[in-house]
């Protein structure tokens, strides 16, 4: 039975687990802490202790051989990911895995003033968040080629799912940015980044580079606007950007400050995803039946 390693289990590793256990995966997950939510998953997963901050949890991962999906999140300070390092670290030569699959994002090629980002693209991380990310790729890149390990990179637009919407903030009518302000911007659903990462496990190849996105062209502004209609929401108000500088939170003003279009012909050709949600809306529609926005 082939054995997946996933570092870093939340909510994504856990869909990514359910999917590859159907599949007959073995699953080794580890996290600093993992709870088991339902008895399916303890059919075919087990849980192994290890903090990436603390070297002397983590020689003991089942490396070798397995297929690994590195979930597990940089520091929120700096622009480097110690935590790769040590990952990569503490794993002797007579241990190594089949494949890495990191799972990264796409601000690390920055703002692209809205046009259409293929994955030939190079790099430009504007923010720290995503200078990080860029980091833990290269760290992973490099390793993978000294020791002959295939490593794949997934660069993912926004997540969006159950559990996953702002429908707090909507309903603080926090205000949004005028259309025709709002820079483009990229989402793909839980369960589609679920499947995903389990065909870049099984047909990645070394050194690929995959966006992750859904292919719907849209805005910041358009995603809260449909989160509001689909949950019968009032829209929340309108602010320029001028306006908007002085209102809303840094973090949320750094994500504003970048647009671009991703490109997902490689991830749909190459890796065979069919997406389930190929548009926001369907999306939202599947979440609201489910009943578990929050």
């Not at 059919?43 to 990436?52: E, G, I, R, T």
Request: net charge positive.
């Amino acid at each position: 039975m082939k054995q997946i390693l996933i570092v870093g289990y939340g909510d994504i590793g856990r869909r990514v687990a359910l999917l590859a256990g159907q599949a007959g995966f073995s699953i080794i997950a580890a996290s600093r802490s993992v709870e088991l939510k339902d008895e399916e998953e303890s059919k075919f997963l087990q849980p192994v202790a290890a903090n990436l901050d603390r070297l002397g949890t983590l020689p003991q991962l089942p490396t070798k051989e397995a297929l690994v999906l590195y979930l597990a999140p940089p520091p929120s300070t700096g622009t480097t990911d110690p935590r790769v390092k040590n990952f990569c670290n503490s794993i002797y030569n007579d241990e190594l895995p089949q494949k890495i699959v990191y799972i990264s994002t796409s601000g690390v090629y920055g703002d692209c003033d809205g046009e259409l980002v293929d994955e030939t693209r190079p790099p430009n991380p504007q923010a720290d968040r995503s200078r990080r990310r860029l980091d833990a790729e290269e760290t992973f890149r490099s390793w993978g080629k000294k020791h002959r390990v295939p490593v794949v990179t997934l660069r993912v637009a926004g997540i969006y799912g159950p559990g996953r919407l702002p429908l707090q903030r909507i309903k603080k009518r926090v205000p949004l940015l005028r259309h025709e302000e709002s820079p483009y911007s990229n989402r793909i659903h839980a369960n589609d980044l679920a499947r995903t990462c389990l065909a870049a496990l099984q047909k990645g190849t070394d050194g690929a580079i995959y966006n992750v996105c859904d292919g719907e062209e849209s805005s910041m502004t358009d995603y809260f606007l449909a989160i509001a209609e689909v949950f019968e929401l009032p829209p929340p108000p309108m602010l320029s950007m001028d306006e908007a500088r002085d209102r809303l939170s840094p973090e949320m003003l750094s994500y504003l400050r970048e647009s671009r279009r991703l490109d997902n012909r490689r991830m749909l050709e190459k890796l065979g995803v069919e997406l389930r949600y190929p548009d926001l809306r369907s999306g939202l529609r599947a979440i609201r039946k489910q009943g578990t926005p929050e």
